[in-house]
Structure formats: structure tokens, C-alpha cells
């Protein structure tokens, strides 16, 4: 097979690159396979997030030849559900599959100035490469044809060692299997589910994750409201991992001792893998990828289960090595994915953070009921232990500084002017804003609000800017026509300062129907019906003039702001802001600019007047 190796950009500004050669280029016919190198952050594994569908072939092959896999189903299902796109969205909607690769940590040097070479993880770029070439040269010998198939499969990896695989279509006949194993465990042990013991398993079972969710509450003001940090990368998280571990402990510890003296072990070991199997039964119908967490360790639990009742003849026994089986097994399938949700769960969502706990604790219940017995004072000691290292830990996550140098706070300076009032300079920041540099550069206390291009309500911290007198964009009128009862308003828009981005803003009922540029739809009338400002963003254009098409009701009077982001015009006011930006905080995104809008009124011949200059 032949192998197209394809380096395209413009990817954050709309997956433009990948299009173009997916639209345009001849070779796109050709293409059978994709394997897309992204990334999300500056370290961290090579992680392989996204297949397609029909990936059960795919997988048997990516499973022989990666040496140091970084896979898991579970990440794809999570993947499907979010908003998110890459490069492989582009071919992946046209019908092929493969494989989609990036690494995630170190996110806030993302689309910094700090994202370089020089903060790039070496062994990242490595793993990234490893990974590439070892599926091209796999796939360059394949019968890529024979790799198509109408089966899915589930897998993870076993410590970046080896991958295991298997069929999607197990899921659900497992899940079965477990659930109906352990009912009938129930069944065995029914000496254990007398009235009041059956009432505290269930009330156990239902206020560990209240509980979890109140102490994650009540955690999250100092891990993640007081200091400030970034949303999704802190420099220093293992004050705050500890203490989020520490209050799930406490949480267990609380309700193992005030459930033991009221409930059988076996109870409560029974009715949380009985709803832990029913879960797996449902996620392996709807979400089957994401169902092994749950399928796999209650079948272990299943299995054990038996084997320990058969080999206790005498008696139905307090099922203790099931419990700790099953403990062993949670903690196995899901502790790794704890620390995975920081990269979409900020500390400031701890109440929600500190649930995936929760099939690790509901299997810990049972082992420390065994433990601690009918006193419930045993569990004094554990619980004020947990309590006084989730609180130590805490505070010193509190105190600990949000942001550093390789962890740097998102922070642009603005220069804004939208011809309606004075310039103003504005502060934009990914996290918290930076307080103590707002009060010494003399900005407001508190955000204000103002209208943002004049179109839609906004809020920041704005203080006033000497008029720099730069030019505005320009929507240059050229001609006008009717074309199916509507008035087309033809013209050129042109940036004043060869910016990246230009946008032609729309307000809401505006009579517009449509927006073309250089011929193509950029916003159509559905876009347009709703109650909203709609933005019609142009990139790349420089100092080219964009022709411009726009259709609106016979007879309506609208107006569009014409918008121009470039380069933070030098000046003393602009240099002084940069110059004191703190060493933890960088440029992001778009980065420093200035946006200048001005708005255009587009007059109709219908009712008189002549047409805009």
C-alpha cells in the first residue's frame, strides 16, 4: 500500500487544512486508512483516543503491533460524547476509520507562547513517533480492505505493556452472566438479608455517593475556588489528589462502622456488586466501550464469590476474600481513571471529581465492615486520621501557588475599540483572573458590563486607552441585485491592519437571511433565525480583500459590524501591560491584539437612499 504522509494547518481555525485536501486533492480518493498525530498539551503518553466504528480488526492489529499501547475504550466513548473535533473528524465523516492519536497533560502551555519546541516532552514526540511508524509499516503491508468490519471492539491496556482485546459483542452476555451469578450468591446467602440488615446495606450503598459528592463540595473551595487555578492543570496536584483520596477514606471508614454493627458483611458485600453488575448491564447496553470498569470486575466477583461458597460446605461464611477480590478489582479498573478526569473535571468541580471514587468505595465498605466489626468506636481512629490528612492537605493545596512558569495562567491584553465610545485596554484570562496585576495596572475592582461590538451583552475589567487612531475594517459596496425576492448586497472586506481574523457580526432579526464569501455559505438562514448575534469569522486573509455577498428581506434596512483582531499595536500604555504581565502568565489562543469594529448600515434600494460607499 502506498503511504501519504500529510502535514496540513489552519486546524484550530476550522480543520481548514484537512479539509482542503479531503475537498480538493486527488489523492483523497486514494485514501483507505488514517492515522492522525494530534496533541492537546505539551506531555504525556501517546494516548490512541478515537478509531471509528467497525474497530475490531483495527484493534487485533494496532494490539500487535504498538509496543507501548495507550488505548482504552472507554476514552472513545467518552470522546463520541463531546463537542470536540480533530483533523480525523474530516475523514472519519467521510466513512474511513484508523486511528487518532495525542498526548493531553500539561494543557495550559497549550496555544500559549510557552507552546514550543522547547516545553514539547521529548518522550512524548518519541511515543508519538513510536507509535506512527510501527501502524504505517503494519498498514503498509495490511489488506486494508479486510480491516473493515461491522464489529466493535472494547480494550485497555494493561500499564502501557500490552493491550487486551476482545469482542464489543461479549459485553452484554458477561455483564449477564455476573449479574445473575451474584443474584444468585443473594439467593445462597439469604441467612444474611434479614429486614433490618437488607435496610442499612441499602442505605449504605445509596449515601456513599452523597456523601462523596458533599465532602468533593466542600473540598472544592480550597483546591479549586480560593486559589484560583487552572481549570484543567494545576502545577501542583497531588496535594489536592491526596486530598480528595483522604475524603473518599473518610467517607468509607464513616459508613463501613455505622453500617457494621447493623448489617451483615455479607449484605452489604452483596447489594453494592449487585447494583454495581446492574450497572454493568446497562453501560454494556448503551455505552458498551465504557462497560469493562464495571462488567469485569463484577464477573471476578461472581466467580470468586462461588468459589469461596462451595469450598465453605459447612456453612454460607462471611464471603471475606470475595469482598477483598472485589475490593482489589475496583481499585484496579478504576483508580487509573481518577487522575484521567482531570483533564476534563477542574478542581473546582471536586463535588463531582471525587464520584469516580465510588465503585472503589462501595467495594472498601464491606472489607472495613469485616474489619471494624459491631463497635463502631473502631472506626474513630481511622476516620479522624482521614479527616485531619484531607484537611492538612487541603490547605496546603490552598497555599499552594496556581500557576508557575511551565504552568502559566492564560492572560491577553486587549486593545478594544468599537467606535461607539473611547478605546478602552481589556484583560482577557483563561482561570481566575490575576488580581493583584488588574489592581496595579489600575483597571476596575470588579468586572463591568458593556456591549460587545455593540451586539451582544459582555462583562470584563476595562479601563480607558489613549486613541490610537487605528483604521478600521472595511466592507466596500460594489453592487446590489434581486435574486429571488431577496436583495443581494454585494462588496469586498478588506482588513486595515492585515490581522488574522476578520468577522462580520450580525444582530438578531435583522432581516438577513444569508452570508457568502468567495462564493460559499459561511452563515445560512438557520444560523440566523435564532435570537443571537451570529459571527461570520474569516481567517487568514492578511491584506487580501474577501468578496462578500449578503441576501436580506426586500426592503429591510440591516447593519453588520465589521470586526478586525491583529497584532497589539505598539506604544508605551501597550508596553507597560506587557511588560507587566507576571512570568506565570502567558499570551493564549489569538493571544495580545487589537479589535477594532466598526459598524456598516447596508441600505436597500427599496426604500431609497443610495448604496453604501
Given at each position: 500500500?502506498?503511504?501519504?504522509?500529510?502535514?496540513?494547518?489552519?486546524?484550530?481555525?476550522?480543520?481548514?487544512?484537512?479539509?482542503?485536501?479531503?475537498?480538493?486533492?486527488?489523492?483523497?480518493?486514494?485514501?483507505?486508512?488514517?492515522?492522525?498525530?494530534?496533541?492537546?498539551?505539551?506531555?504525556?503518553?501517546?494516548?490512541?483516543?478515537?478509531?471509528?466504528?467497525?474497530?475490531?480488526?483495527?484493534?487485533?492489529?494496532?494490539?500487535?503491533?504498538?509496543?507501548?499501547?495507550?488505548?482504552?475504550?472507554?476514552?472513545?466513548?467518552?470522546?463520541?460524547?463531546?463537542?470536540?473535533?480533530?483533523?480525523?473528524?474530516?475523514?472519519?465523516?467521510?466513512?474511513?476509520?484508523?486511528?487518532?492519536?495525542?498526548?493531553?497533560?500539561?494543557?495550559?502551555?497549550?496555544?500559549?507562547?510557552?507552546?514550543?519546541?522547547?516545553?514539547?516532552?521529548?518522550?512524548?514526540?518519541?511515543?508519538?513517533?513510536?507509535?506512527?511508524?510501527?501502524?504505517?509499516?503494519?498498514?503498509?503491508?495490511?489488506?486494508?480492505?479486510?480491516?473493515?468490519?461491522?464489529?466493535?471492539?472494547?480494550?485497555?491496556?494493561?500499564?502501557?505493556?500490552?493491550?487486551?482485546?476482545?469482542?464489543?459483542?461479549?459485553?452484554?452476555?458477561?455483564?449477564?452472566?455476573?449479574?445473575?451469578?451474584?443474584?444468585?450468591?443473594?439467593?445462597?446467602?439469604?441467612?444474611?438479608?434479614?429486614?433490618?440488615?437488607?435496610?442499612?446495606?441499602?442505605?449504605?450503598?445509596?449515601?456513599?455517593?452523597?456523601?462523596?459528592?458533599?465532602?468533593?463540595?466542600?473540598?472544592?473551595?480550597?483546591?479549586?475556588?480560593?486559589?484560583?487555578?487552572?481549570?484543567?492543570?494545576?502545577?501542583?496536584?497531588?496535594?489536592?489528589?491526596?486530598?480528595?483520596?483522604?475524603?473518599?477514606?473518610?467517607?468509607?471508614?464513616?459508613?463501613?462502622?455505622?453500617?457494621?454493627?447493623?448489617?451483615?458483611?455479607?449484605?452489604?458485600?452483596?447489594?453494592?456488586?449487585?447494583?454495581?453488575?446492574?450497572?454493568?448491564?446497562?453501560?454494556?447496553?448503551?455505552?458498551?466501550?465504557?462497560?469493562?470498569?464495571?462488567?469485569?470486575?463484577?464477573?471476578?466477583?461472581?466467580?470468586?464469590?462461588?468459589?469461596?461458597?462451595?469450598?465453605?460446605?459447612?456453612?454460607?461464611?462471611?464471603?471475606?476474600?470475595?469482598?477483598?477480590?472485589?475490593?482489589?478489582?475496583?481499585?484496579?479498573?478504576?483508580?487509573?481513571?481518577?487522575?484521567?478526569?482531570?483533564?476534563?473535571?477542574?478542581?473546582?468541580?471536586?463535588?463531582?471529581k471525587i464520584l469516580s471514587f465510588v465503585a472503589f468505595?462501595?467495594?472498601?465498605?464491606?472489607?472495613?465492615?469485616?474489619?471494624?466489626?459491631?463497635?463502631?468506636?473502631?472506626?474513630?481512629?481511622?476516620?479522624?486520621?482521614?479527616?485531619?490528612?484531607?484537611?492538612?492537605?487541603?490547605?496546603?493545596?490552598?497555599?499552594?501557588?496556581?500557576?508557575?512558569?511551565?504552568?502559566?495562567?492564560?492572560?491577553?491584553?486587549?486593545?478594544?475599540?468599537?467606535?461607539?465610545?473611547?478605546?478602552?485596554?481589556?484583560?482577557?484570562?483563561?482561570?481566575?483572573?490575576?488580581?493583584?496585576?488588574?489592581?496595579?495596572?489600575?483597571?476596575?475592582?470588579?468586572?463591568?458590563?458593556?456591549?460587545?461590538?455593540?451586539?451582544?451583552?459582555?462583562?470584563?475589567?476595562?479601563?480607558?486607552?489613549?486613541?490610537?487612531?487605528?483604521?478600521?475594517?472595511?466592507?466596500?459596496?460594489?453592487?446590489?441585485?434581486?435574486?429571488?425576492?431577496?436583495?443581494?448586497?454585494?462588496?469586498?472586506?478588506?482588513?486595515?491592519?492585515?490581522?488574522?481574523?476578520?468577522?462580520?457580526?450580525?444582530?438578531?432579526?435583522?432581516?438577513?437571511?444569508?452570508?457568502?464569501?468567495?462564493?460559499?455559505?459561511?452563515?445560512?438562514?438557520?444560523?440566523?433565525?435564532?435570537?443571537?448575534?451570529?459571527?461570520?469569522?474569516?481567517?487568514?486573509?492578511?491584506?487580501?480583500?474577501?468578496?462578500?455577498?449578503?441576501?436580506?428581506?426586500?426592503?429591510?434596512?440591516?447593519s453588520v459590524v465589521v470586526i478586525e483582531r491583529s497584532a497589539l499595536p505598539q506604544g508605551p500604555?501597550?508596553?507597560?501591560?506587557?511588560?507587566?504581565?507576571?512570568?506565570?502568565?502567558?499570551?493564549?489562543?489569538?493571544?495580545?491584539?487589537?479589535?477594532?469594529?466598526?459598524?456598516?448600515?447596508?441600505?436597500?434600494?427599496?426604500?431609497?437612499?443610495?448604496?453604501?460607499?
Open positions: 500500500n502506498d503511504v501519504i504522509f500529510l502535514i496540513t494547518d489552519g486546524e484550530e481555525t476550522g480543520l481548514r487544512g484537512a479539509l482542503a485536501f479531503a475537498e480538493r486533492h486527488p489523492l483523497m480518493n486514494d485514501v483507505a486508512i488514517v492515522v492522525n498525530i494530534e496533541a492537546r498539551g505539551a506531555s504525556g503518553p501517546s494516548m490512541m483516543f478515537e478509531t471509528g466504528e467497525g474497530s475490531e480488526r483495527l484493534m487485533d492489529l494496532f494490539a500487535s503491533a504498538v509496543a507501548h499501547p495507550s488505548a482504552n475504550s472507554l476514552t472513545y466513548e467518552i470522546y463520541k460524547l463531546l463537542p470536540n473535533d480533530t483533523d480525523f473528524s474530516i475523514y472519519r465523516d467521510r466513512g474511513l476509520v484508523g486511528f487518532n492519536f495525542a498526548f493531553s497533560n500539561s494543557a495550559s502551555l497549550y496555544h500559549s507562547r510557552f507552546d514550543n519546541l522547547e516545553n514539547l516532552d521529548r518522550n512524548s514526540l518519541q511515543h508519538h513517533g513510536d507509535n506512527a511508524f510501527a501502524l504505517t509499516f503494519a498498514l503498509a503491508d495490511a489488506d486494508l480492505a479486510a480491516l473493515r468490519s461491522d464489529a466493535d471492539a472494547s480494550y485497555f491496556d494493561l500499564f502501557g505493556k500490552v493491550l487486551l482485546v476482545w469482542p464489543a459483542s461479549l459485553n452484554l452476555p458477561v455483564a449477564l452472566i455476573a449479574l445473575f451469578g451474584i443474584l444468585a450468591l443473594v439467593v445462597m446467602h439469604r441467612s444474611a438479608f434479614t429486614w433490618r440488615s437488607t435496610a442499612v446495606a441499602v442505605v449504605a450503598l445509596v449515601i456513599v455517593p452523597v456523601l462523596l459528592s458533599a465532602i468533593g463540595w466542600l473540598l472544592s473551595f480550597p483546591l479549586g475556588v480560593w486559589p484560583g487555578v487552572h481549570p484543567i492543570d494545576h502545577p501542583a496536584p497531588w496535594a489536592g489528589r491526596i486530598a480528595l483520596t483522604a475524603g473518599a477514606l473518610l467517607v468509607v471508614v464513616f459508613v463501613a462502622g455505622a453500617a457494621a454493627p447493623y448489617a451483615k458483611v455479607r449484605a452489604i458485600l452483596l447489594v453494592n456488586w449487585l447494583v454495581l453488575a446492574a450497572l454493568g448491564v446497562a453501560v454494556a447496553i448503551f455505552v458498551s466501550g465504557a462497560s469493562f470498569l464495571l462488567v469485569w470486575p463484577a464477573a471476578g466477583v461472581a466467580f470468586v464469590g462461588w468459589i469461596e461458597t462451595f469450598l465453605r460446605r459447612t456453612g454460607p461464611g462471611r464471603l471475606g476474600v470475595t469482598a477483598v477480590a472485589g475490593f482489589l478489582l475496583a481499585a484496579f479498573f478504576w483508580l487509573p481513571y481518577v487522575m484521567a478526569l482531570e483533564l476534563v473535571l477542574g478542581w473546582n468541580l471536586s463535588a463531582f468505595a462501595w467495594a472498601l465498605v464491606p472489607v472495613l465492615a469485616a474489619s471494624i466489626g459491631p463497635a463502631f468506636r473502631r472506626a474513630w481512629v481511622p476516620a479522624l486520621a482521614c479527616a485531619a490528612v484531607a484537611l492538612v492537605s487541603a490547605l496546603v493545596a490552598a497555599q499552594t501557588p496556581a500557576y508557575a512558569v511551565n504552568h502559566p495562567r492564560g492572560m491577553n491584553v486587549i486593545y478594544y475599540d468599537d467606535r461607539s465610545t473611547t478605546p478602552k485596554w481589556l484583560v482577557g484570562f483563561v482561570g481566575a483572573p490575576d488580581e493583584a496585576y488588574l489592581k496595579g495596572m489600575g483597571f476596575p475592582a470588579k468586572d463591568e458590563p458593556y456591549k460587545q461590538f455593540g451586539l451582544q451583552d459582555a462583562q470584563g475589567r476595562l479601563k480607558p486607552a489613549a486613541d490610537l487612531h487605528l483604521p478600521a475594517p472595511a466592507l466596500t459596496f460594489s453592487d446590489m441585485a434581486t435574486v429571488d425576492g431577496l436583495d443581494v448586497w454585494r462588496g469586498t472586506l478588506r482588513g486595515a491592519r492585515g490581522g488574522l481574523q476578520l468577522a462580520i457580526g450580525i444582530p438578531p432579526k435583522s432581516g438577513i437571511r444569508s452570508v457568502r464569501a468567495q462564493g460559499e455559505e459561511v452563515v445560512n438562514g438557520a444560523r440566523l433565525a435564532g435570537g443571537d448575534p451570529v459571527f461570520a469569522r474569516i481567517l487568514g486573509a492578511g491584506e487580501r480583500g474577501i468578496p462578500v455577498e449578503i441576501s436580506f428581506d426586500a426592503g429591510a434596512t440591516p500604555e501597550a508596553q507597560a501591560l506587557v511588560d507587566a504581565r507576571p512570568p506565570d502568565a502567558a499570551p493564549v489562543h489569538s493571544g495580545d491584539a487589537a479589535i477594532v469594529a466598526v459598524k456598516i448600515d447596508l441600505i436597500s434600494p427599496h426604500v431609497g437612499g443610495a448604496p453604501p460607499p
